[in-house]
Every structure is written in C-alpha cells, then in structure tokens.
C-alpha cells in the first residue's frame, strides 16, 4: 500500500501534518518585516527548547553543518580539545576538530557503553597549565544508543575553569533535560529532522557568552558557517544568507506544538518510549545493545543473538511498512535501531514491538508464545 510508511528511524522523523502544511505555503521574502517576525518567535521558542537566555543561531544545512560551525567558531589552530568517541558521531567530532588541525586526545569507550566520566575528570584535572580548551562529546549517541552523562561531565570541565564544552544534542535535546545554563554548556548543537518533529534542512548551535569570548579569539577559516555573522543578523531578526524560509513556518509550528505539550511531558514520554521498546525486546530474548541502565531516549538498539539484525529489519519494512535503521559500520548486521524520537506516541512504539515480534514469528525465530513483547511493551507503558 503506498504512504502507509512509518519512520521508527532515529532522523528523519515522523512529521505532523500541520507542520507539513505550514512547509507548503508559498514563500516569503527573507528580508521582509513579516519574516523578521517569524525569526524573532522561533528565536524566543528555541531559546525556550535549550532552557537558555544565550544565543541559539539557526543554520541552513544538517546537523553537522552546526557540529562544524561549534568548533571553527570557539577555538584556533593547534588548540587541544578532549574529544569523546564511543560512536559514530563521536568519532564524527574526532573527524572534524581534525579536519581544523586541532590537537586531538580522544577519549574512547567500547560501542554500546557511556563515556567514562571519570577519564575526563582524570584528564581535565591532570591540566594544570591550562592546555585543553576544550571538550567535545556526543549527548546521545544515535548509532549505539547510549546516553551519555554530559551533566557529570561538563561540572568536570567547569571545575578545570578555562575549558569549553561543546556538545552534540541532536538526538537528545527535545526527548530529555538539555538545560543548556543550569549546565553550563558553552556550545550545544542540534538538527531539525530529530526532536524538532519537522523534516531535515536545519541546524542549530547554543552558543554561551563564554563561547562567544572563545569566538573573538578563534582563527579557524569560516565564512558560510562564521557564527559572528549570524549573530549580527540574529540581532536584526534576520539572516545573513537566504534561509530556508519554508523551514521556518513548519518550525514556527512545531515548537508551538512542543510549547503546547510541555518540557517535561515530553521528556516523559520519550523515557516511556525507552521502557516500553526495552521491555518489549528483552520480552521476546531480543538483547539491548546498550549498556543497562544507560539507554537513549530516543532509539533503542537491540543486538539479536544468532540472527542477522539485517534481515529481520528488511523483513519487518516488507511485511510491515515500518522502517527500522540498521547497524553501523561495523555493527551492521548485528543490530538493529527503534527510533522513537520526536513525534511519536504509545500507538508508534507498540505497533513497532508488535510488528517486530510477528515479523520474527513469521521467519520461525520466535522461541516464545506471540504477544509476550507486545504484553511486556504495553506493561512498560501504563
Ligand atoms: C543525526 C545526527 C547528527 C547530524 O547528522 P546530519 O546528517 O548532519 O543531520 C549529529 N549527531 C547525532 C548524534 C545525530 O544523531
């Protein structure tokens, strides 16, 4: 059947039809008055969504277009900065703080286990000459679905005092507590295909006035992506390139939707999402590839023993319309990834339970009665 497809995908997510339609109005002017209005309410609705009173600049382009602009725009050649890695988006950061020729110690967990704060406390205390400017480290790490401690972590680097902490909040900011102040964190960035529950095409950095001082020193060529020229326009409520005006509207949107639910509803219910994908996977022997106790919010990743991740995932998008994301690198075939970030509600996570759980009925992998995760995942949610 077609546009029947359900996004159980940890970006792109699903989308609500009024901010579908608000995409589809004709555009406008990006120097108008009218538009400048629009940047002014995203502007305050943003700065709501990361708990700040600092800046939040909007970027057009993905997640990692903010992800680069947070380290050309904070620190200078040579600079050495504390990467964590324990995925691919944290070795994304080694990537890029490379790319500027940043002196780069990484700090490396295992896939599957959460950063180990103490390295870091170990690390930023061991620098008493000040040398680490700063810290860079995924929030949640989409392609093993962990979670990180960046709170713990970032009272580290305020204790070392000199430090930046710059942290990649794309799929946590909007599914648990990111307060960007109450933190301290000095450079948070996001995309708009994650918790924004609108399509891909914008990114978003936190900056703090701490991050804004690094900025004044900063010598890292920029020009699409210097910060300093979107805070200058940000200022006039505007931009200083044509924005995706589009976006816009369907942001506008769906922060007023977000507004509407609540911070903490909606925290809550991604940690209920967590539990009842969880659940209904240990229900059914599907093991969490995660470290327990240290689960993501928004995606799930389960490592089936003896069965190919691969396979049980197309099947589930064949029989089932559901679109699972697979393993990455070298976890391809040995996992498998529920997205249940942004817009999505108990109907989402159960159907997907369900179909995964029948999916491996059908294929003769179940090896318990039918209805046991489905039981375990509605359990989890009431
Ligand atoms: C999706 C994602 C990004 C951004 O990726 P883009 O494809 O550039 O939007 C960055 N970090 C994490 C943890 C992500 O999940």
Known sequence: ?????????????????????????????????????????????????????????????????????????????????????????????????????????????????????????????????????????????????????????SKHVKNHGKALIIADCVTSLGACNVPVDAWGLDVVVSGSQKGYMMPP??????????????????????????????????????????????????LEVGLEMMQKEGLQTIFDRHARHRSAAQAGMKAIGLPLFAKEGHGSPSITAVAPEGIDAEVLRKAVKEKYDILLAGGQDHLKGKVFRIGHLGFVNDRDVLTAVAAIESTMQSLNLLNCDMGIGVAAAASALH
């Open 1 to 153: 059947m077609q546009d029947k497809l359900t996004l159980m995908i940890p970006g792109p997510t699903p989308v609500p039809e009024k901010v579908l339609q608000a995409l589809g109005k004709h555009p406008i002017g990006h120097r108008s008055a009218e538009f400048q209005e629009l940047v002014k309410r995203t502007t305050e609705q943003l700065k709501w969504l990361h708990q700040t009173r600092g800046d939040v600049l909007t970027i057009t382009g993905s997640g990692t277009a903010a992800m680069e602009a947070g380290i050309i725009n904070t620190l200078s050649r040579g600079d050495l900065v504390l990467c964590g890695d324990n995925g691919k988006f944290g070795e994304r950061w080694v990537k890029v703080a490379k790319a500027y020729g940043l002196n780069v110690e990484v700090i490396k967990s295992k896939w599957g286990s959460p950063l180990a704060n103490s390295e870091f406390q170990q690390a930023l205390e061991a620098d008493t000459n000040k040398q680490i400017k700063a810290v860079i480290l995924t929030h949640s790490e989409t392609s093993t679905g962990v979670i990180n401690d960046l709170e713990t972590i």
């Open 201 to 250: 095409g914008l990114s978003f950095v936190a900056m703090s006035k701490r991050a804004w001082e690094a900025q004044k020193k900063s010598d890292l060529p920029k020009f699409y992506l210097d910060l300093e020229s979107y805070r200058k326009t940000a200022v006039k409520n505007s931009n200083p390139f044509t924005p995706a005006v589009n976006l816009y509207f369907a």
